[in-house]
């Protein structure tokens, strides 16, 4: 293994320049004219259109596969996370936030385009690239004026390489948590992967850091896409025994497989994601989560070494900090690992924004977002006109304190990895404020899980097939319809 040398340090060093120089001179100094050039109608980077403004910074970090609940700011009695804790306590925490499509690449892909699965092309983690000629919302952005810069792990086909970035620090697929082949990139030019030493979170954090130190003149956008906690859960190494010896609380639907699942179908019952499997390789509850939430931590420290640099150099509150994930994660509920189900550990993810020019701190919302809308909010936010093609909503008004005048009742959801790992089937549904309905619909026979949300927040008790609740059954069957064929998914 070797340190970083790729093609952008060949033309680095042929400059003269080492690639800490490049970094912080940053991609407006010995690019930027010709990104201009290639981008008329450009609105003035420095302001919002007709606002005398500056526009803001955006910083969109993603983690993989975290429960809300696991941020100490949440109430999580065991993890501390004061770095994630921070965006919220001086911003908002949106309390109500779900995925569309529990699944790594869908997931990141819906958050770079503002589509649903089908509209991207990205319904699951096969290795499939963005429609052809889809943009993403960095290359709204950079027409706009802005330098983009893409850090970590896309999951999708290509690793996003076929775009334009300032700055490029990635890798394909999912690759390992240690030891990572990375590639980098400047001004559009990327390189070819070469093995990093080190753990591949750091590592790629160090590199987002390198080069924020350096922008200065024009309003920047990166994504921090890490890769923890992700399966095999493998935590920093000063965090291997973080929490060795402490007692997990056991989740009370734990040993409904000794029961045989009452009430679940069958295809619920027969997915192959149970811990204690050879087939997921995990042994023990507690094993995956002592692993689980010590990533968790490590996953805080990157984000605490981002938000020093912003600090630092004084463009923290002038940057749109959220910080996300790309899914939800089973922590032994029902005896379960991973996603990909519609229920809610596994499609609810946290969100937390910071923009102290806009948003009150400490503000709590329970409105339901989904990260399908987290695209047009930084459109909105930069002062550029939303895409009639995203179907997301905007949640600005929710940051300045205000109700939107209209705002979704309820949402549809779909997963498509069957078969795949885990052996989940394919599944869809419709979820509202307070019912819940999900279809296996290529099961044989289909099946159905409904539930009452608000008298079963935990999913134990299926209503469906229950004669007092065909109606409901029904009428929520035909607007999870309407809502399927208007995402474009049916």
């Given at each position: 293994m070797s340190s970083k040398k790729n093609e952008v340090e060949d033309r680095n060093r042929e400059s003269g320049l080492s690639r800490r120089d490049v970094l912080k001179m940053g991609a407006g100094t010995l690019g930027g004219a010709l990104a201009a050039a290639a981008s008329p109608g450009i609105v003035g980077a420095q302001e919002a259109a007709g606002t005398g403004t500056r526009r803001p910074n955006f910083l969109i970090i993603m983690g993989d596969g975290i429960q809300p609940t696991e941020l100490s700011i949440a109430g999580n009695p065991i993890i501390k996370t004061p770095n994630i804790d921070r965006i919220g306590r001086e911003g908002v925490r949106f309390q109500n936030t779900f995925v569309i499509n529990a699944l790594c690449a869908?997931?990141?892909?819906?958050?770079?385009?503002?589509?649903?699965?089908?509209?991207?092309?990205?319904?699951?983690?096969?290795?499939?690239?963005?429609?052809?000629?889809?943009?993403?919302?960095?290359?709204?952005?950079?027409?706009?004026?802005?330098?983009?810069?893409?850090c970590g792990k896309s999951h999708v086909a290509g690793g996003l390489r076929e775009y334009y970035w300032d700055y490029y620090y990635g890798y394909l697929g999912q690759k390992s948590f240690v030891n990572a082949p990375i590639a980098e990139g400047i001004d559009g030019?990327?390189?070819?992967?070469?093995?990093?030493?080190?753990?591949?979170?750091?590592?790629?954090?160090?590199?987002?850091?390198?080069?924020?130190?350096?922008?200065?003149?024009?309003?920047?956008c990166m994504y921090l896409f890490l890769k923890a906690p992700h399966q095999p859960f493998i935590p920093p190494r000063n965090l291997a025994t973080l929490y060795n010896g402490v007692k997990f609380p056991v989740p009370e639907t734990f040993d409904e497989d000794l029961k045989g699942y009452p009430g679940k179908p069958r295809a619920f019952a027969n997915c192959d994601n149970h811990i204690g499997t050879d087939s997921t390789g995990v042994s023990t509850l507690e094993a995956m989560v002592k692993n689980?939430?010590?990533?968790?931590?490590?996953?805080?420290?990157?984000?605490?070494?981002?938000?020093?640099?912003?600090?630092?150099?004084?463009?923290?509150?002038?940057?749109?900090?959220?910080?996300?994930?790309?899914?939800?994660?089973?922590?032994?509920?029902?005896?379960?690992?991973?996603?990909?189900?519609?229920?809610?550990?596994?499609?609810?993810?946290?969100?937390?924004?910071?923009?102290?020019?806009?948003?009150?701190p400490g503000t709590v919302n329970d409105k339901m977002v989904l990260n399908l809308d987290i695209p047009s909010t930084m459109l909105e936010l930069a002062g550029l006109e939303v895409p009639d093609s995203m179907q997301g909503q905007s949640f600005v008004p929710f940051l300045k304190g205000e109700e939107p005048g209209s705002w979704r009742k309820d949402w549809y959801y779909a997963f498509y990895e069957y078969p795949g790992p885990n052996m989940v089937p394919k599944n869809r549904g419709i979820r509202t404020e307070r019912y819940k309905l999900m279809e296996y619909w290529e099961y044989e026979p289909k099946q159905y899980e409904l539930y009452d949300?608000?008298?079963?927040?935990?999913?134990?008790?299926?209503?469906?097939?229950?004669?007092?609740?065909?109606?409901?059954?029904?009428?929520?069957?035909?607007?999870?319809?309407?809502?399927?064929?208007?995402?474009?998914?049916?």
């Open positions: 869908p997931s990141r892909a819906t958050v770079l385009t503002g589509l649903y699965s089908r509209r991207n092309g990205v319904i699951d983690n096969k290795q499939r690239h963005i429609g052809t000629g889809i943009p993403l919302v960095s290359d709204h952005l950079r027409k706009a004026g802005y330098e983009v810069a893409f030019h990327i390189g070819g992967d070469e093995v990093v030493e080190g753990y591949s979170d750091d590592v790629i954090t160090e590199a987002a850091a390198g080069w924020l130190e350096g922008r200065r003149e024009k309003p920047f689980h939430y010590a990533s968790t931590v490590g996953l805080d420290q990157n984000v605490g070494r981002i938000l020093e640099v912003l600090e630092r150099t004084g463009k923290l509150d002038d940057t749109v900090i959220m910080f996300t994930a790309d899914h939800g994660y089973f922590l032994g509920e029902w005896h379960f690992m991973d996603k990909r189900l519609m229920h809610e550990p596994s499609i609810r993810i946290p969100l937390l924004v910071r923009y102290p020019k806009m948003i009150k949300l608000q008298q079963d927040p935990k999913e134990v008790h299926n209503l469906y097939g229950d004669p007092k609740y065909k109606d409901l059954a029904e009428s929520l069957y035909k607007r999870m319809m309407e809502l399927g064929k208007e995402a474009g998914e049916i």
